[in-house]
């Protein structure tokens, strides 16, 4: 069922939860079509092309931290101290499903494994030859990569409360609206 949304107020969190899932999918569950298929082509594009200059390599959560080691300083939580370490898949992360995967590889990564099970190599953690490859032998595109992904999860973020929180109108548009439903026929 279509959710309607008439103004400020109308929360819907279902709609919200859906625009993290997949950008604009919120937008389209509320009859906002156009809206959400632009987000979906705009954030997806930001998103991937952004994978397609880090050569597919730059979206994943690495295991760099170890319990009182160098990269856990603090001694936090080994999954919190490995996203301390890669900050950059914090704003990955809120493009939704497509940056799960990287979920998937930290969770059940065996260095030993030619390829994970699930999705092969797909936003698994290079290792550390590959990355040195892509940073001496590229140019600066994997850097700019990356960039753009996160800018894609970030933008994203908007998208959700735009979803959650509904369309906005301004104060005049809604009064406009109220006299033309308490005008006579």
């Given at each position: 069922?279509?959710?309607?949304?008439?103004?400020?107020?109308?929360?819907?969190?279902?709609?919200?939860?859906?625009?993290?899932?997949?950008?604009?999918?919120?937008?389209?569950?509320?009859g906002r079509v156009g809206?959400?298929?632009?987000?979906?082509?705009?954030?997806?594009?930001?998103?991937?092309?952004?994978?397609?200059?880090?050569?597919?390599?730059?979206?994943?959560?690495?295991?760099?931290?170890?319990?009182?080691?160098?990269?856990?300083?603090?001694?936090?939580?080994?999954?919190?101290?490995?996203?301390?370490?890669?900050?950059?898949?914090?704003?990955?992360?809120?493009?939704?499903?497509?940056?799960?995967?990287?979920?998937?590889?930290?969770?059940?990564?065996?260095?030993?494994?030619?390829?994970?099970?699930?999705?092969?190599?797909?936003?698994?953690?290079?290792?550390?030859?590959?990355?040195?490859?892509?940073?001496?032998?590229?140019?600066?595109?994997?850097?700019?990569?990356?960039?753009?992904?996160?800018?894609?999860?970030?933008?994203?973020?908007?998208?959700?409360?735009?979803?959650?929180?509904?369309?906005?109108?301004?104060?005049?548009?809604?009064?406009?609206?109220?006299?033309?439903?308490?005008?006579?026929?």
């Amino acid at each position: 069922m279509r959710e309607n949304v008439h103004g400020p107020g109308a929360y819907s969190p279902w709609a919200g939860f859906l625009s993290f899932l997949v950008p604009g999918l919120g937008q389209i569950y509320q009859g906002r079509v156009g809206k959400g298929l632009l987000f979906v082509v705009c954030l997806y594009g930001l998103f991937f092309y952004g994978m397609a200059l880090g050569s597919w390599k730059n979206v994943f959560l690495p295991e760099t931290a170890s319990r009182g080691g160098q990269n856990n300083p603090w001694g936090l939580p080994l999954p919190a101290a490995n996203l301390y370490n890669r900050l950059q898949y914090a704003g990955q992360f809120w493009i939704g499903v497509a940056a799960w995967p990287a979920v998937w590889q930290y969770i059940n990564y065996d260095e030993n494994q030619a390829a994970g099970p699930v999705f092969g190599n797909f936003e698994r953690t290079p290792t550390e030859e590959e990355m040195n490859r892509l940073q001496r032998d590229g140019d600066k595109t994997w850097d700019l990569g990356w960039v753009y992904t996160v800018i894609a999860g970030v933008l994203n973020i908007l998208v959700i409360y735009d979803a959650f929180a509904g369309p906005a109108f301004a104060e005049g548009e809604e009064r406009r609206e109220l006299s033309k439903e308490a005008a006579p026929a």
